[in-house]
Each structure stands twice: as C-alpha cells, then as structure tokens.
C-alpha cells in the first residue's frame, strides 16, 4: 500500500490509465466493508453504545467544528481550509476495521463505528460542514446530502443483498480474499487519484510540500487529541486508541466520490497529497502501539460497556 502512492507518482501514464476506475473503487470498497459486518458482534456493540455514541459525537459534530475554528484563524487558502474540515467531519476510513486489526485494537467497535458513521455521514457532513459553518463549496447542502445518500446508501444495499443470497457463513469463510479484494481495490484507488499530481509536485514543490506536512499534522493531531480526550474519560488505553484510530483515519474517498465535479481542484489535489500518511501512518501505528498497549489486559469495548 505504502510503495503504491511512490508508483503513482513515478508512472503517471498508469494513473491515467485508472482515472475512470477511481469512482467504482470507491463505492467497491464502501461494498466490501459493509459486506463483512458481523450482524451479531454489531448488535453486541450497540446494546451498550454510550462510547459508540461519544464516538460519533466527536467525529461527526465536534472535531469539524474545532478545525474550523483553527483554520478560521489561519491564512491558509480558502480551498485548503474547505478540505480540513471536510477531513474532520467525515466518517472513518474505510480499511479501519482492518487497521484495527493489525494494531490488536477492537475490531467489533471499529467495525459498528465505521459502518454508523458512515450511514449517517450524509445526513451530519452537509449540515455542518456547508449550513453551520457555511464552507464555499459548488454544491448546495441538500445536493452533497443526495450525492453521499446515493452513494453510501446504494452500497449498503448491494452489501445487504450479497449478505442474503451468500449468506453470512460463506462470507466469513471468504473473508480473507474480501480482504485481498479491498487491499487490491485501495492501490487502484491511490494510483488513480495520482493522476496529474505529480506535475503539480514538480511545477509547485514547496505549496505541495507544505500540504502533505499539512496532512500529516491533521492525521497525527486528530489521532493524538482523540486518544486523550477518550483515555481522560474511559481510562482504558484498548478504548481510547481504539477510538482514536476511527478519529484519525478519516475517509477521504467517500468525499472525493461526492464531490466530483462540485470542488475546487485544490481540495481534490490535497485528499489526495493526504493519501501519504493514510497509506503509511499504520506502519508506524503499529509499532507504536505493541508498546502503548502491552500488556493488553483490557476486554473489548464490545464487552466492557460503561460509558
């Protein structure tokens, strides 16, 4: 994952190649994460869902609200400032549950966070991100409400019905090539976004320079403040980093998809210099973490319960 960002900006014909795959990939990959939802271990999680519940709160309402605030004080262009807060109001990356895995987090609340989130983004981005704090973008609320309706809501559709024609069982015994799909699907996406970017590194080095520090910063800033606001308040590292990686990891994709053709190019040109620390940031995760969360005496958030 992480040498398939350097390829797309080293073969720039092949990101061309893929530039009409880039939208079916996204709604794919909104298929496969649905599509491995356990129904049990979902509903184990929201029969305790005070932490699932602060979760959503934090992601969808409060974080884009406090990245406005601090862009609102900046001189950072207008369309870069429309990208942080799109960033911070969107729901969490769609690989997560698959993150959380590698890291030894929760894997059942990433999963029901992943799949709440995103089921409710079109309802929580337009309005806060275009009513409330009034980001100038080519789309209206109501529009970018249809764009992220049709396009989360059609893909939970195709996952309930391969759920109901295969069955739960077969699909858990073909979970590790759903995988394997999702992996593939993930490179094709960062390639095709790559299209034409590379030239903008060449032709604007230091502006590009500056976004995918800029990038880094919010992906490292949103997981550390996360982590600590949910620690303070569970006092559980196996919680708190477990919510944490959810308020990172943010998805970026399901934006691009809603915004093609109603954004700046500047926005579509930062999601996309912010695949780096999407891509690689894990690596470095999960080294850290075995040390953070060894020994792991914690039980899931799926068993703790409490708020």
Known sequence: MVLSVFIALAVQPLAALLRP?????????????????DRKAFLAVLAKPARVGLALTWMLAVTPVIMWGIVSMST????VAA??????????????????LILGLDVAFLLAVLVAATLLLPLTLPVVALSLLGLELET??????LRLGALVGSAAVAAWAVRGIFGGARVEQYGKALDG??????????????????????????????????????????????????????????????????????NLAVLIAALAGAADDDIITYFALAQFPIYIMPSIMKWGLARTL?????????????S
């Open 21 to 37: 795959a880039l939208m079916p990939c996204v709604w794919a990959l909104l298929v496969f994460s649905m599509v491995r939802l």
């Open 181 to 250: 799909g999702s992996v593939l699907l993930l490179l094709i996406f960062a390639v095709a976004l790559f299209d034409g970017v590379t030239a903008r590194l060449i032709s604007e080095p230091a502006r590009m320079a500056f976004w995918i520090a800029l990038s880094f910063a919010v992906y490292i800033g949103q997981l550390l403040l996360s982590a600590a606001l949910f620690g303070l308040l569970w006092r559980d590292k196996m919680a708190a980093w477990s919510a944490a990686v959810s308020a990172g990891c943010r």
């Open 294 to 306: 060894r020994p792991a005496s914690a039980p899931p958030i799926s068993e703790a319960g409490g």
């Open 83 to 100: 990208a942080l807060v799109l960033t911070a109001g969107s729901s969490p990356l769609m690989s997560t549950p698959a993150i959380g």
């Open 140 to 145: 209206s609320a109501v529009d970018l409400t």
């Open 76 to 79: 950072l262009d207008p369309a």
